[in-house]
């Protein structure tokens, strides 16, 4: 099949490269959303996108031998169209066109290495509450109520102060553009708005790291992996985009939160048999901005079976030589194991899964500096001891 993924614009076949045009002129087969179809001369076929997007799929096989070209808008590599059609069909060739986030960056004067790109189509605006940073600066492709929810969001997180802009319809006769404060923010935008945040935190408003947090932001019954000994056990897992986590015994969900928080798009799974826990740590990852967290109810190593297949594992509350056994057979080589212990029955257990899997064992001694009486002192919190290990080649 001759299938191109050509990105057009607002100016639609005027504003195309030369080459480009040619390509969308010569088509037999056109496909595309309502407008991009209105941009293109009667002669071809014309097929628009249907709900779900991916149902057509099996139309633009059948048109094999025919040339077809898929319009989207912009730039078809971000957020958009490219990968997925180049994932049913690999000879795909893609056309850029500046997209949304070009266009933005320009209107703004913003140097575009400099921000983060996101999408809030499909996703929850919360996943977005990790970056948040003072000084970031967000671009985000939304839907026409997406900006006053927002704009709601940034009050309530503190980040109020944070300037606001939405611009539409970038390099045609109907571009607008609207900005304030995301507390003064009012009223929706068009559809295919997109937004930019220059993020300011509030006066007398601390900033939370993106991963790192203290122990009290995470609601739970005081049962979870504690803020220094998290930070050592998220540094041996070594969090990466798009990485997938399973954190055995979740309890509260704090090393899974912190996981997706410290790399993008890094997701995680929780494996937790108490529901009060499961409770806790859905509530945490809705608050801490990591909506996507999936929890499983069930204990290891029987709730592992079936589930998809991790980069990292976490053994924290769900220990046994079952589940370790189970989460190691589970690693794809250079996947990365690590288990915390505190007691003396879990520790030897550790022993024994090193001398077995090789890796490292350190024993963590954290100790705080606490008020007695009207002095100070160093009170200990138990010790951990900490067993990480990457699995080799099959």
Known sequence: MSLHVVGIGEDGLPGLAPAARAIVEAAEVVVGGARHLAMVPEGPEKLAWPSPWDALLPEIAARAGRRVVALVSGDPSWFSGASRLRAAFPEAAVHPHPGAFSLAAARLGWALEGVECLSAHGR????????LAPGARLLLLAEADTAAALAALLVEEGWGGSRLAALWRMGGPGEGRREAAARHWTGDTPALTT?????????GEPASPRWGLPDEAFAGDGTMTKREVRALTLARLAPRRGALLWDVGLGCGSVAVEWMRAAPEARALGVEPRADRRAFAAANALALGT???????GEAPGALAGLSRPDAVFLGGGLSEASAD?????LPPGGRLVANAVTLESQALLLLLQARRGGDLVRLAVSRAEAVGGRTAWRPAMEVVQ????????
């Open 195 to 203: 937004l930019a945040v220059d993020c300011l935190r509030d006066e």
């Open 387 to 394: 067993w990480a290990a990457v699995r080799g080649g099959a």
């Open 124 to 131: 929850p605006l919360r996943a977005l509450l990790p970056s």
């Open 291 to 297: 909506p996507g967290l999936e929890i499983v109810a």
């Open 326 to 330: 189970a989460a190691w057979a589970a």
